[in-house]
């Protein structure tokens, strides 16, 4: 609802301003979760999970019939808002320019807190405070196993290695050897490391330096062009993770309701200084963990 005593030329800059300062700048969250757009105040997500692999067909029948499980997950979003005020004394004073500051401000917040959620549920992957994975295990965890599945085994995604090259191609290697529910290797592309900002020089040595670390023989980094990395405080500061970033789908999920927007604005005389102009920006989300083979904790 936006109220008729505030002047068309406010509403019109505050929602101009939001939105350009949503489009400012990428987040690194974006590397590690995907959008999912809903349509209801709760959603389940159904995947028939992975496909089978081609199978010498039977010469009686002239087919092999395979099947494939179901799996899903329920995402509900969270309300958030931003609100915000400006004073009828500072529009007086030609002041409005620190009504573009706090809009601006306003929309950059919010991606800054999408940003904080997706990697505070990425470091909390190895507990139950953000849910579970859709296997009914924790994210990161030593049982996941997809139950009916032709490959049920149990797989591990969860270390407690301090972050070195050693550890990392020890990490990388473990996720080289997830299956499938079918059975078979996913292949995955894990091409990005993230780490806590003390952890910083470490980790470009590990993934941008030619020549290994921690040796002094010069032996060639296999891993130069191939991985890149990213630092948030968000995470613990020993906390390390290897995520396939190029896939079709994401380790984590935003499950977006409502965009962030402009919802309401309104006056109010009682206030001091003339007034305040109030705008108020409203956003529904939440995050939720995806594919945890798309995702190998090095360190808690």
Same mark, same amino acid.
């Given at each position: 609802m936006i109220s008729g005593n505030v002047p068309k030329h406010l509403v019109v800059g505050a929602?101009? %301003?939001?939105?350009t300062a949503l489009r400012r700048r990428e987040y690194p969250w974006q590397r590690v979760a995907e959008t999912f757009n809903m349509s209801a105040k709760s959603q389940d997500l159904v995947d028939l999970g992975a496909s089978p692999m081609? =199978?010498? @067909? $039977?010469?009686a029948g002239g087919l092999t019939v395979q099947e494939m499980i179901e799996k899903s997950i329920t995402v509900t979003p969270v309300s958030w808002d931003i609100t915000i005020s400006l004073s009828q004394d500072a529009i007086d004073d030609d002041q409005t320019g620190s009504l573009k500051r706090k809009v601006s401000s306003a929309g950059d917040n919010f991606q =800054?807190?999408?940003n904080q959620r997706v990697f505070t549920v990425l470091?909390? %992957?190895? *507990?139950?405070?953000? *849910?579970?994975?859709?296997d009914g295990q924790e994210f990161f965890d030593s049982d996941h196993?997809? =139950?009916?599945? #032709?490959? @049920?085994?149990? !797989?591990?995604?969860?270390?407690?290695?301090?972050? @070195?090259?050693?550890?990392?191609?020890? &990490?990388? #290697? &473990?996720? !080289? &050897?997830?299956?499938d529910d079918q059975g078979e290797f996913t292949e995955y592309i894990y091409d990005l490391l993230v780490c806590h900002p003390s952890n910083?020089?470490?980790?470009?040595? +590990? #993934?941008?330096?030619?020549? !290994?670390?921690?040796? &002094? $023989?010069?032996?060639?980094?296999?891993?130069? *062009?191939? +991985?890149?990395?990213?630092?948030?405080p968000e995470i613990d500061t020993a906390a390390w993770y290897l995520i396939a970033s190029s896939e079709s789908t994401k380790p984590l999920i935003v499950a977006m309701r409502k965009q962030p927007?402009? !919802? @309401?604005?309104w006056f109010d005389p009682t206030f001091p200084d003339g007034g305040l102009y109030f705008f108020k920006y409203y956003a529904r989300?939440? #995050?939720?963990? %995806?594919?945890?083979?798309?995702?190998y904790q090095g360190n808690t």
């Open positions: 929602r101009t %301003g939001f939105l081609p =199978k010498e @067909s $039977n010469k =800054k807190h999408i470091n909390g %992957g190895d *507990g139950t405070t953000y *849910g579970l994975c859709y196993a997809d =139950k009916g599945a #032709v490959y @049920s085994t149990s !797989q591990d995604n969860e270390n407690t290695l301090a972050l @070195s090259s050693d550890n990392f191609e020890t &990490a990388w #290697v &473990a996720a !080289q &050897a997830f299956r910083k020089r470490t980790a470009a040595n +590990i #993934v941008g330096n030619r020549e !290994q670390m921690d040796t &002094a $023989n010069r032996e060639m980094n296999p891993f130069v *062009g191939e +991985i890149d990395y990213i630092t948030t927007h402009l !919802q @309401s604005a989300y939440e #995050v939720h963990y %995806g594919d945890w083979r798309l995702a």
